[in-house]
């Protein structure tokens, strides 16, 4: 486990794989997202996606799974602050294979709280061809090392 003393900036972490099924895609599509290119992939064909595309909000889902599988393995888990960007150039189709890289941009110790610090982490998540599917920079609360 690493607290938030064996964390600095620079530091890269991965996870994956995570395989996207056509049926999870529409499965979360018709619980939270349904929309046709999220729905359907005949009427998908004639959308700005030209074919079955993941919601964003689903790749967000498999990349916070990838996330806390990475090899990172933050003590108290994964806390969030809030994310300050998330960003989908490019649609996630079924038969993706995706996976994660994390990059430590900032580490700085709480003002409020001395015994815990704050982790700015940028999160790229890749398909099998090494396009990027979503980047996000999040805030994560890191607990410190206990005394």
Do not use: C
Not at 31 to 55: E, I, V
Not at 111 to 122: E, F, M
């Amino acid at each position: 486990m690493r607290y938030f003393e064996d964390v600095t900036v620079g530091d890269r972490f991965t996870g994956g794989p995570v395989r996207v099924e056509e049926a999870e895609i529409v499965a979360y599509a018709e619980k939270f997202d349904p929309q046709p290119f999220h729905l359907d992939a005949d009427a998908a064909k004639n959308t700005l996606f030209r074919g079955l595309a993941a919601s964003g909000w689903h790749t967000a889902g498999m990349t916070m799974r990838m996330i806390v599988g990475s090899n990172a393995e933050l003590a108290g888990g994964y806390i969030g602050m809030g994310v300050d960007s998330i960003g989908w150039p490019r649609p996630t189709r079924p038969g993706d294979v995706l996976r994660i890289e994390m990059e430590v941009m900032e580490a700085r110790r709480s003002a409020k709280r001395p015994d815990q610090g704050v982790l700015r982490v940028k999160t790229t998540t890749f398909n099998q061809n090494d396009e990027v599917v979503q980047t996000m920079i999040a805030n994560l609360l890191a607990p410190g090392r206990p005394t």
